[in-house]
């Protein structure tokens, strides 16, 4: 009996192709949506969270708690002391991939008249680049490479102070002793890296001069440590405490995994919480949508449930059939809507959705606060989970759309199915 | 009646010394602040005492000065600091780098900057009566008496919107026409500085203060205390002192 049913099912999906289609078509709508959609959040909390970890956080940071604190105010005199000396013992320990020292500070950028304060960086050229991948960026000029008064500058801050390649810049900042002091650099490189905050403040010197300026020889205001497996942060952390309570490196210093970061541990969590309820109100959409046209679909053949329940067909085998054929067009939709929106995320996973263009420059450059790492490039990640959870909730949704219509034609005398007013 | 006399008699001397002061314009009295403290020229060696939190960090310099538009600053110590020069003619001020040997002219957002570390803006240095006169209303408050002197109380509004200072009250000392406090308010009514002279003395017939302090409100626990260690007033000083190439020396 149950493959007659199955049978009947699948043979009543092609008899009203017209009606089968655009049921069809709105399931494999909704699940073309659902899975860029999720594709696309995932993409923006995955871009945020690896930026994050390149340029402010490493896998772990060590700074002092005071630093850690006001970081966002960048306390000039909060250095970890004896910067060098720790970062060479760190290095030592087994699964350390990479070790940076930063000093980080707020100056004055001066060229002729001009002057615009900015986020100047001192870190070792060489570092840099293996972690920030500044010099893939370069839009001109050439990477510095740490011997010189060079600095890189972002596009957007260098077309401020209408700034090119080999220009003299005056960096002129208060140091640890509140003395006002300024050191010429020369442009070695411009860069972009479609990060608004980044491009508009950040000026990146080698280290030594950054110390120089700052008056802070063998300190640091940061140490970013990359580890060989990132998920063992939270444990290198408790492991090398005993190395930073032992009072060489200062009265209070700390180590912060990635994970307890200001923006990945919790400004990211709340703007999942924005996308999830997004996300949310889409799956509602595409649910009352399958909902909606399976609905319809039962409601409108009530007549011809009547003829085959005149001609014997029992109330179960009713209920059987019009699930079946539910679960055969939520089948066939979602495959298709998997198919399409896993291409199409696919496809924008490589190419990315460039934001900036869409928003146009100028107001695009506007959103320039600190914490908000988003770049103008999107780039969505489809993951196999998406694509699962996608797929059943499209069959999923098609079957409970007909159960109490299912069920309530499958209990109607055939009588009562030929008086129902719904007609096609 | 007598009742009555009494009353009226107490109504005047209440009312007197506010109709008083209600009428006196308060720019007016800025102005004679401003006569009063300005000589043809003076040579100045003062001390700046920054405070932030437990530190003391204390600066030496010189400044020659032309009445009040014309001044030049040598930074004598610590040593990161020596040899750096300011001149400010006006509302212009270029300063000189050792480190750099470069001149910046500072200018925009860079006049709001703590001067060379301290609780002052380069941007407080320049200030003068005249235009706190055209970008400001004046009102007069009743008189205080501060630190046993008699004051005038003036609250000045900006005219302009985006100005540093919304609202500025200046105590001046009424008998030798020194101002003795001043409290700076932000547009939301936030009290950012707040200076106050510590010591006044008499040169030639002119009171001047000799030691103040200023506290940035905006930075936690910080002061700047200025003393003048020596004054010379009505000296002669070369007008290439005033100059790029004074600053280059």
Same mark, same amino acid.
């Given at each position: 009996?149950?493959?007659?049913?199955?049978?009947?099912?699948w043979?009543?999906?092609?008899?009203?192709?017209?009606?089968?289609?655009?049921?069809?078509?709105?399931?494999?709508?909704?699940?073309?949506?659902?899975?860029?959609?999720?594709?696309?959040?995932?993409?923006?909390?995955?871009?945020?969270?690896?930026?994050?970890?390149?340029?402010?956080?490493?896998?772990?940071?060590?700074?002092?708690?005071?630093?850690?604190?006001?970081?966002?105010?960048?306390?000039?005199?909060?250095?970890?002391?004896?910067?060098?000396?720790?970062?060479?013992?760190?290095?030592?320990?087994?699964?350390?991939?990479?070790?940076?020292?930063?000093?980080?500070?707020?100056?004055?950028?001066?060229?002729?008249?001009?002057?615009e304060?900015?986020?100047?960086?001192?870190?070792?050229?060489?570092?840099?680049?293996?972690?920030?991948?500044?010099?893939?960026?370069?839009?001109?000029?050439?990477?510095?490479?740490?011997?010189?008064?060079?600095?890189?500058?972002?596009?957007?801050?260098?077309?401020?102070?209408?700034?090119?390649?080999?220009?003299?810049?005056?960096?002129?900042?208060?140091?640890?002793?509140?003395?006002?002091?300024?050191?010429?650099?020369?442009?070695?490189?411009?860069?972009?890296?479609?990060?608004?905050?980044?491009?508009?403040?950040?000026i990146?010197?080698?280290?030594?001069?950054?110390r120089?300026?700052l008056?802070?020889?063998?300190?640091?205001?940061?140490?970013?440590?990359?580890?060989?497996?990132?998920?063992?942060?939270?444990?290198?952390?408790?492991?090398?405490?005993s190395i930073?309570?032992e009072?060489?490196?200062g009265?209070?210093i700390?180590?912060v995994?990635?994970?307890?970061?200001?923006?990945?541990?919790?400004?990211?969590?709340?703007?999942?919480?924005?996308?999830? #309820?997004? =996300? !949310?109100?889409?799956?509602?959409? *595409?649910?009352?949508? $399958?909902?909606?046209?399976? /609905?319809? +679909?039962v409601?409108?053949?009530?007549?011809?449930?009547?003829?085959? #329940?005149? =001609? !014997?067909?029992?109330?179960?085998? *009713?209920f059987?059939? $019009?699930?079946?054929?539910? /679960?055969? +067009?939520?089948?066939?939709?979602?495959v298709f809507?998997?198919?399409?929106?896993?291409?199409?995320?696919?496809?924008?996973?490589?190419?990315?959705?460039?934001?900036?263009?869409?928003?146009?420059?100028?107001?695009?450059?506007?959103f320039?606060?600190?914490?908000?790492?988003?770049?103008?490039?999107?780039?969505?990640?489809?993951t196999?989970?998406?694509?699962?959870s996608?797929?059943?909730?499209?069959?999923?949704?098609?079957?409970?759309?007909?159960?109490?219509?299912a069920?309530?034609?499958?209990?109607?005398l055939?009588?009562?199915a030929?008086?129902?007013?719904?007609?096609? | 009646?007598?009742?009555?006399?009494?009353?009226?008699?107490?109504?005047?001397?209440?009312?007197?010394?506010?109709?008083?002061?209600e009428?006196?314009?308060?720019?007016d009295?800025?102005?004679?602040i401003?006569?009063?403290?300005?000589?043809?020229?003076?040579y100045?060696?003062?001390?700046m005492?920054?405070?932030?939190?437990?530190r003391?960090?204390?600066?030496?310099?010189?400044?020659?000065?032309?009445?009040?538009t014309?001044?030049?600053?040598?930074?004598?110590?610590?040593?990161?600091?020596?040899?750096?020069?300011?001149?400010?003619?006006?509302?212009?001020?270029?300063?000189?780098?050792?480190?750099?040997?470069?001149?910046l002219?500072?200018?925009?957002?860079?006049l709001?900057q703590?001067?060379?570390?301290?609780?002052?803006?380069?941007?407080?240095?320049?200030?003068?009566?005249?235009?706190?006169?055209?970008?400001?209303?004046?009102?007069?408050?009743?008189?205080?008496?501060?630190?046993e002197?008699?004051?005038?109380?003036?609250?000045?509004?900006?005219?302009i919107?985006?100005?540093?200072?919304?609202?500025?009250?200046?105590?001046?000392?009424i008998?030798?026409?020194?101002?003795?406090?001043?409290?700076?308010?932000?547009?939301?009514?936030?009290?950012?500085?707040?200076?106050?002279?510590i010591e006044?003395?008499?040169?030639?017939?002119?009171?001047?203060?000799?030691?103040?302090?200023?506290?940035?409100?905006?930075?936690?626990?910080?002061?700047?205390?200025?003393?003048?260690?020596k004054?010379?007033f009505?000296?002669?000083?070369?007008?290439d002192?005033?100059s790029?190439?004074?600053?280059?020396?």
């Open positions: 009996m149950f493959s007659i049913i199955l049978k009947l099912g043979k009543n999906i092609s008899r009203n192709k017209k009606r089968t289609f655009f049921t069809i078509l709105a399931i494999t709508v909704g699940i073309m949506m659902l899975v860029f959609a999720s594709s696309y959040i995932q993409g923006i909390m995955n871009g945020t969270t690896e930026v994050a970890k390149r340029m402010r956080t490493g896998h772990v940071k060590i700074m002092t708690s005071e630093y850690s604190r006001l970081e966002r105010i960048m306390p000039k005199e909060e250095l970890v002391l004896k910067s060098e000396d720790l970062t060479d013992r760190i290095r030592k320990i087994d699964g350390v991939k990479l070790v940076s020292q930063m000093v980080k500070f707020n100056a004055l950028i001066s060229k002729d008249e001009l002057n304060p900015g986020l100047v960086v001192g870190a070792d050229p060489g570092i840099i680049k293996m972690h920030m991948g500044i010099d893939d960026m370069l839009i001109s000029g050439k990477y510095f490479n740490g011997g010189e008064k060079e600095v890189m500058i972002g596009r957007i801050f260098a077309e401020k102070l209408g700034v090119m390649v080999n220009d003299e810049l005056l960096l002129v900042t208060t140091d640890i002793n509140y003395s006002t002091y300024a050191l010429p650099f020369r442009v070695s490189g411009i860069f972009n890296t479609g990060y608004t905050y980044i491009d508009k403040h950040m990146f010197v080698p280290l030594k001069f950054g120089e300026i008056d802070c020889q063998d300190s640091s205001h940061e140490i970013l440590i990359y580890l060989d497996d990132q998920d063992k942060a939270a444990e290198f952390t408790s492991g090398i405490k930073l309570s009072g060489i490196y009265e209070s700390v180590a995994p990635w994970e307890d970061d200001e923006i990945i541990g919790e400004l990211m969590p709340m703007v999942k919480q924005v996308w999830q #309820k997004i =996300l !949310g109100i889409i799956l509602l959409i *595409v649910a009352i949508v $399958i909902l909606n046209t399976m /609905l319809m +679909i409601m409108e053949r009530y007549q011809e449930i009547g003829v085959l #329940k005149a =001609l !014997g067909l029992k109330s179960r085998e *009713v059987s059939m $019009i699930v079946t054929e539910a /679960l055969f +067009i939520g089948t066939i939709g979602s809507g998997v198919l399409l929106g896993g291409g199409f995320s696919a496809w924008l996973e490589k190419t990315g959705i460039n934001f900036a263009e869409m928003a146009g420059k100028d107001m695009w450059e506007k320039d606060m600190p914490l908000v790492l988003f770049g103008n490039i999107i780039y969505p990640d489809l196999l989970e998406i694509i699962i996608s797929f059943f909730f499209g069959i999923f949704i098609s079957v409970l759309a007909v159960l109490y219509p069920y309530k034609s499958s209990k109607m055939p009588a009562e030929f008086r129902s007013k719904l007609k096609v | 009646m007598k009742k009555i006399k009494i009353i009226l008699v107490l109504i005047f001397i209440l009312l007197v010394p506010k109709v008083a002061a009428d006196i314009d308060p720019f009295i800025l102005s004679k401003d006569s009063n403290m300005t000589f043809e020229s003076a100045a060696e003062m001390k005492i920054i405070t932030i939190k437990k003391k960090i204390t600066k030496k310099f010189k400044s020659y000065s032309v009445g009040n014309k001044s030049f600053i040598e930074f004598l110590s610590p040593v990161r600091d020596r040899g750096t020069k300011m001149l400010k003619k006006g509302k212009i001020i270029k300063i000189y780098y050792p480190s750099a040997e470069r001149i002219r500072l200018s925009g957002h860079m709001r703590s001067m060379m570390g301290s609780d002052m803006s380069y941007e407080d240095m320049t200030e003068r009566s005249k235009e706190l006169r055209e970008e400001y209303s004046g009102e007069m408050f009743q008189n205080e008496v501060l630190d002197n008699e004051c005038y109380v003036l609250m000045l509004t900006s005219k919107k985006k100005q540093t200072y919304f609202k500025r009250k200046i105590w001046v000392d008998k030798r026409f020194v101002g003795v406090k001043e409290e700076l308010y932000s547009k939301s009514g936030k009290l950012v500085k707040v200076s106050k002279v006044i003395k008499l040169f030639k017939n002119r009171y001047y203060p000799v030691e103040m302090i200023m506290e940035d409100k905006l930075r936690k626990n910080s002061s700047t205390r200025i003393i003048v260690e004054i010379e009505n000296i002669a000083i070369p007008e002192m005033f790029e190439r004074a600053l280059l020396k």
